[in-house]
């Protein structure tokens, strides 16, 4: 049925689609390639020279940082404890399991999942207050539901054998959980939750700037305040973590795909 | 392991199997350094569960979650909505469309598949150090992330979509020059590099040997990136730059659960119809 969209059908659609959302959004080309508008951005540019290198700020941007890594590990840790927890009822652990639990649990994932760090964090600044642990929180909500469902398909693809053989000397669900399908599914887990870790490090950068700590909440602040020069370091601070994390994850993937 | 197994058999009765965790001890210490290196993290995130349970904190939650209900589901509200569901996905399309025209001639300028000089031994050194500063460009571009771009934007043009789609534009030019680049260089050179070294220019290289061989790949990437984008271009609104997400905001400054609600449920959805239709048009992709 798949195969019957026909290219041609497709190639029009696809044109329909970028006509009409160019043509319905009103853009502010003109004014965005006007001279006048270059010329503000050209000054906007050169605003951010020079970057606020003051040990006083550089202290706080330092702190930012590391607020922001805080973030990000705390959030992930608490992801894969209750991602864990949602798992085990969203997966059918053996053949014939009847599972009830199990539609509830992954729609609950589905909306964990599909929400954004930024809205939840949006949604938790009202229940926590400003600050990082709002991040925090916002965080470990969102990638409890991408790490729960990942689990819950690992645990279910995990071979049946040695479960099987325990099941049938009578051994009780937990234990079987415990001896038998963790210890074969856990080096992958312990993968989703390194690669989710490296997302969230990128996300808590940003996720500040509704008001949830990390560096997003510094650069949010001066921007707002026109401290260009300050933003500039902010910036700085945040392309020097992301490329650091990239750089780690490209190097770490290669030593172990080698 | 085996010994022990053969002595317990040559005593004519089997072990009993512990009744507790063997290696609990360990278990326990290892549990503890966590908690300990944990400490510095939930002071640094000020991480006080308890702060959500004063009463003050659960006055005003709890009023927020109470207004959730009903969902607000004026005519006029819903219409409102849909314009701006509409606006988020046109946002995302438009800016994947101009990401497009940013993407496509730097990967072309990039590919080292394409490059003539490396045919025999070495490129040559004008061509490597252009090839390099495009890609680091790119780096550059989407390394930034699309939110910073947008509250750049926003300052430049002002409140309004075109921020966000000049956000998406530049973010996902650079994250699509990268990925094209390296699924064009993953493929085999052969035909490319027969086209070359028989004459042919390097556009007619790319058209006849490595876009045939890459085109569904590029496609359903390029796919998957767009439903990555309707994602942002909700998140984009926050910072005001349309759709959505500018929507979302103002209801929740304004503390209107019904609205916040009826929002969540509209985006969860228009994310869920994405991932349906990006997830169908790869699968016919193969």
Known sequence: MKQSISSRGFAV????????????????????????????????AGEFFPPDSSPAFLARVALGTWETLAMSTLGTLLAAAAGMLL?????????????????????????????????????????AGLGPFAGTLALAVHTAGVLGRLFAEAIENAPPGPGA??????????????????????????????YRWENNIRAAAVLGVVGAGGLGQLLAFHMGLFHMGKTASILGAMLLLVGAVDALSYGARRMLTR | MAASADLALTNGRARPAP????????????????????????????????????????????????????????PDFL??????????????????????????????????????????????????WLRQAVRWGLIVLRSVPELVWALVFVRVVGLGPTAGVLAIALTYGGMLGKVYGEILESG????????LRNGSSRL????????????????????????????????????????LGQLLDG???????????????????????ADRVSGGLRESLG
Request: aromatic content about 12%.
């Open chain 1, 165 to 194: 053989a325990l099941r049938a000397q009578g051994v009780g669900k937990t234990r079987v959980f415990l001896y038998a399908t963790l210890p074969q599914v856990l080096p992958q887990l312990l993968s989703y939750t390194l």
């Open chain 2, 79 to 128: 219409l409102l909505v849909a314009h701006e569901a509409w606006r988020t996905v046109a946002i995302a399309t438009a800016g994947l469309t101009l990401a497009l025209l940013l993407a496509v001639p730097a990967t072309l300028v990039s590919t080292h598949a394409l490059s003539v000089s490396a045919l025999s031994g070495r490129m040559a050194r004008g061509p490597f």
């Open chain 1, 87 to 127: 798992a085990l009822p969203a997966s059918r652990m053996f053949e014939g399991d009847a599972a009830r639990l199990r539609l509830p649990t992954r729609w609950l994932l589905n909306v964990l999942r599909s929400v954004p760090e930024l809205v939840w964090a949006a949604l938790l600044i009202i229940a």
């Open chain 2, 188 to 195: 085999d050179p052969h035909a490319t590099e027969t086209l």
């Open chain 2, 251 to 273: 209801s929740m400054k304004m503390f209107s659960g019904g609205e916040v609600l009826t929002m969540l449920a509209v985006f969860v959805l228009l994310v869920a119809l």
């Open chain 2, 204 to 243: 007619q290289a790319f058209f006849f040997g490595l876009l045939p061989q890459n085109a569904a790949e590029l496609t359903s990437y390029t796919v998957y990136r767009w439903e990555c984008a309707i994602r942002s271009s909700v998140v984009l609104g926050f910072v005001g730059a349309g759709g």
């Open chain 2, 19 to 74: 009744s507790r965790d063997p290696a609990w001890l360990g278990r326990l210490a290892w549990l503890a350094v966590a908690l300990v290196l944990l400490w510095p993290l939930a002071v640094a995130t000020e991480f006080r569960p308890w702060a959500l349970f004063d009463a003050r904190s659960l006055h005003v939650s709890s009023q927020f979650l109470r207004s959730f209900w009903p969902p607000a589901h004026g």
């Open chain 1, 13 to 44: 659609a696809l044109l329909v689609l970028v006509v009409a959302s160019f043509w319905t959004l009103d853009l502010q080309w003109a004014q965005f390639l006007s001279l006048d508008a270059l010329r503000s951005m050209g000054r906007f």
